[in-house]
């Protein structure tokens, strides 16, 4: 009887190897775009992204920056707000009121602040009154433009502050 040779263990030619190079090459290139931003003059990197550049409103005026994040507030101290603009060219106010929540108890203050789309910056304070509380219906009004404008809303809480609300104000959007 004739034996054959024990089968010997096949090779396989390493098809995968250029296809991981690849990969691992993407994934190097790729590295770059996802590294933190380090903010002009330093300070703490702001993640993957970077905040745009001001526009330009159609009047030609200088716009407002774009919003940024906000922050959730937790539950138990969440407070409610209303922003509204008047649609009158003539008075385009821009009011903050108060209007409660469960946290109303321990709110310290609401700082707001419009960014005109003039250039102008003002900052307005809801703050404790005597009665060592903000009360529901307790408002800032603000002169506002006929572009559009960005209001920021910071509320503290048990000492620490929390950005709200930051949302841009077209006066053409409104009625």
Do not use: W
């Not at 060219?89 to 789309?117: C, M, N, W, Y």
């Amino acid at each position: 009887m004739i034996m054959a040779p024990p089968a010997q263990p096949t090779r396989m030619t390493p098809k995968i190897a250029p296809v991981l190079i690849l990969i691992l090459l993407a994934l190097a290139l790729g590295e770059g775009c996802t590294s933190p931003v380090i903010p002009p003059g330093g300070g703490r990197p702001s993640g993957g992204t970077q905040a745009p550049p001001a526009t330009q409103a159609q009047s030609g005026t200088q716009g407002a920056i774009y919003p940024g994040p906000v922050v959730t507030v937790p539950a138990n101290y969440d407070i409610e707000i209303q922003v509204n603009r008047n649609p009158n060219e003539i008075h385009p106010d821009i009011t903050v009121t108060f209007r409660g929540g469960k946290g109303q108890i321990f709110l310290k203050k609401i700082l707001a602040t419009v960014v005109r789309s003039d250039g102008q910056v003002i900052t307005k304070e809801i703050d404790q009154p005597e009665s060592g509380q903000i009360s529901v219906g307790d408002y800032v009004t603000f002169v506002g433009t006929t572009g559009i404008d960005r209001v920021i809303v910071v509320v503290t809480i048990l000492g620490k502050d929390y950005k709200i609300y930051d949302q841009n104000l077209d006066f053409n959007l409104h009625p």
